[in-house]
């Protein structure tokens, strides 16, 4: 079956520093695949979008990678910030002609002042 | 804000009762999306509606039915409820059905059962 997989364990880092974190999914080919940052009690946020034929999209301080062969997208924030603290979910779709975002659990980003 | 409308932000009910929790998708949006939201399960779709007719099931139980009206808004009927239904409940709303185009969440409806 279909498989998404995110650090369960939280991410801490200092401020300034880069924050990467992991999408891995299994057992489908999604030509997209989009990452949504969630704060506590609140909706999910779309961030950014990246197509399977694009190695890379950047957007301020946020860049997304997506290998295909590798079956993962990594999501790097950039001189980070408390504010960016937050739980960060991946959402493959596109596979098999199914757009329905169905999301990993997401991992937990923490940054330290 | 997404521009998708929730309501009631949060509802407080007893095991076996039947509520219902409504969405107001963004102006223009034609597919709408529940998710169900629990500590232990992330974020699980539901069910998904198109101009009014529903194109697909997730993990949604017997217990629950979904209706999108002529007017897009959608509502999610949830019956005979146990505790395990307490969750956060989420619409979502996008511009089509078949395209890589961003999903827009609501503030979502807090179910605890009692």
């Known amino acids: 079956s279909q498989k998404i997989e995110q650090n369960s364990e939280a991410l801490n880092i200092q401020e300034g520093k880069t924050a990467t974190l992991t999408c891995n999914y299994t057992?489908?080919?999604?030509?997209?695949l989009q990452w949504y940052r969630q704060d506590p009690g609140r909706g999910p946020v779309f961030l950014l979008l990246?197509?399977?034929?694009?190695k890379e999209k950047r957007k301020e301080r946020l860049k997304v990678t997506f290998d295909t062969t590798l079956k993962q997208s990594l999501f790097h924030i950039t001189a980070s910030q408390p504010a960016d603290s937050a739980t960060y979910l991946c959402?493959?779709?596109?596979?098999?002609?199914?757009?329905?975002?169905?999301f990993g659990r997401g991992t937990s980003l923490i940054v330290h002042p | 804000d997404s521009g998708v409308t929730q309501t009631p932000k949060h509802l407080i009910t007893a095991t076996g009762q039947r509520v219902t929790l409504r969405c107001s998708p963004r102006?223009?949006?034609?597919?709408v999306y529940w998710y169900q939201q629990s500590l232990d399960q992330g974020l699980q779709f539901l069910i998904h509606?198109?101009?009014?007719?529903?194109?697909a099931k997730g993990n949604i139980l017997e217990r629950f039915s979904a209706q999108q009206f002529p007017d897009l808004h959608s509502e999610l009927n949830l019956s005979s409820l146990e505790l395990g239904d307490s969750a956060l409940y989420f619409c979502?709303?996008?511009?089509?059905?078949?395209?890589?185009?961003?999903?827009?969440f609501g503030q979502g409806t807090r179910l605890t059962v009692v």
């Open positions: 979502a709303s996008s511009a089509s059905r078949d395209r890589d185009t961003e999903a827009f």
């Open positions: 057992n489908y080919s999604p030509a997209y």
């Open positions: 990246i197509r399977e034929n694009e």
């Open positions: 959402a493959p779709l596109g596979a098999g002609g199914s757009y329905i975002p169905t």
């Open positions: 102006s223009g949006d034609l597919s």
């Open positions: 509606y198109y101009n009014g007719e529903e194109r």
